[in-house]
T-cell receptor, first 112, second 114 residues
């Protein structure tokens, strides 16, 4: 079945450092790919999405490119802030399968 | 729209008691999901509905858990009897049919069973 694999955390960075959180997936057909963010004490919020190969999703300085050849959707940000500290979830929604499949989440800690 | 609304936000109950969690999806959404989040197991899909009909309940941990969706604007997740290992944050999410559409999450209910 469909699955998502994320790098384990926590990822600890200093403010203004470059961020990469790896995400790879297994799915039949052409799924849509998503990154969600969860701030402490809150629900999951959509951060960005890409619905077809080579699409780049972007929001709040975060970017991720849908790479079908490597089945990846890595999250990047050029300069992180303390306020980016949160848990990040990679997810997919496959053709014919209406549920979202989530990765295990990666906790990001940014220090001043 | 106010988004997905869950109630209560926090629930503390004694072991053996019945607990009912409530969810109001976004108007017009035809899919509703219940998730459970714990430190040990992460985010788990418990059950989901399409047009008020349960489609997949394979994630429901045991018979003590049940979920209903009597109409398009309301769903409940019930635990009877509750146990300390049920302590978790329970999320409800809703979405529209279509592979490109994302799910919208509620704020969650933090359940503590003592």
């Amino acid at each position: 079945g469909d699955s998502v694999t994320q790098m384990e955390g926590p990822v600890t960075l200093s403010e203004e450092a470059f961020l990469t959180i790896n995400c790879t997936y297994t799915a039949t057909g052409y799924p849509s790919l998503f990154w969600y963010v969860q701030y402490p004490g809150e629900g999951l919020q959509l951060l960005l999405k890409a619905t077809k190969a080579d699409d780049k999703g972007s929001n709040k300085g975060f970017e991720a490119t849908y790479r079908k050849e490597t089945t990846s959707f890595h999250l990047e940000k050029g300069s992180v802030q303390v306020s980016d500290s949160a848990v990040y979830f990679c997810a997919l929604r496959g053709v014919g399968f209406q549920k979202l499949v989530f990765g295990t989440g990666t906790r990001l800690l940014v220090s001043p | 729209d106010a988004g997905v609304i869950q109630s209560p936000r926090h629930e503390v109950t004694e072991m053996g008691q019945e607990v009912t969690l409530r969810c109001k999806p976004i108007s017009g959404h035809d899919y509703l999901f219940w998730y459970r989040q714990t430190m040990m197991r992460g985010l788990e899909l418990l059950i989901y509905f399409n047009n008020n009909v349960p489609i997949d309940d394979s994630g429901m941990p045991e018979d003590r858990f049940s979920a209903k969706m009597p109409n398009a604007s309301f769903s409940t997740l019930k635990i009877q009897p509750s146990e300390p290992r049920d302590s978790a944050v329970y999320f409800c999410a809703s979405t529209l049919t279509g592979v490109i559409t994302e799910a919208f999450f509620g704020q969650g209910t933090r359940l503590t069973v003592v």
